[in-house]
């Protein structure tokens, strides 16, 4: 399992990437990342629902109600802020990968 230390910076990065291939809500979003990790990595629900507030507060997603299994959801969807965010934050990422295997 990764800890939750080292993830911490990118939690928004793999919501973002989440969101970015269609609009969904919160329980989904958490089985998908524990799924895309192979179940290295499980998000808390605090983590994860504190990340979405953060997130649509910053303007990198919005929101909306849907229904699901005939249950009420909120629905997150991308913007292009979002996207634009995302693509830094992927950026960034190959530069701190580039600099952490130099003391690998």
Same mark, same amino acid.
Do not use: P
């Given at each position: 399992?990764? *800890? *939750?230390?080292?993830? /911490?910076?990118?939690?928004?990065?793999?919501?973002?990437?989440? =969101? $970015?291939?269609? #609009?969904?809500?919160?329980?989904?979003?958490? +089985?998908?990342?524990?799924?895309?990790?192979?179940?290295?990595? =499980?998000? +808390?629900?605090?983590?994860?629902? $504190?990340?979405?507030? /953060?997130?649509?507060?910053?303007?990198?997603?919005? *929101?909306?109600? !849907?229904?699901?299994? !005939?249950?009420? /959801?909120?629905?997150? /969807?991308?913007?292009?802020?979002? %996207?634009?965010?995302?693509?830094? %934050?992927?950026?960034?990422?190959?530069?701190?990968?580039? =600099?952490? #295997?130099?003391?690998?």
């Amino acid at each position: 399992m990764i *800890s *939750s230390d080292i993830i /911490r910076g990118y939690t928004d990065t793999m919501i973002l990437f989440i =969101v $970015s291939c269609g #609009d969904s809500y919160g329980y989904e979003i958490s +089985k998908q990342i524990k799924e895309i990790s192979e179940e290295n990595y =499980v998000m +808390k629900e605090t983590t994860l629902y $504190s990340a979405l507030t /953060r997130l649509e507060k910053n303007g990198f997603i919005t *929101s909306y109600s !849907g229904m699901h299994d !005939g249950r009420k /959801r909120t629905y997150y /969807r991308i913007t292009d802020d979002g %996207k634009a965010y995302y693509k830094e %934050k992927c950026e960034e990422w190959e530069l701190t990968k580039e =600099v952490i #295997d130099k003391f690998i």
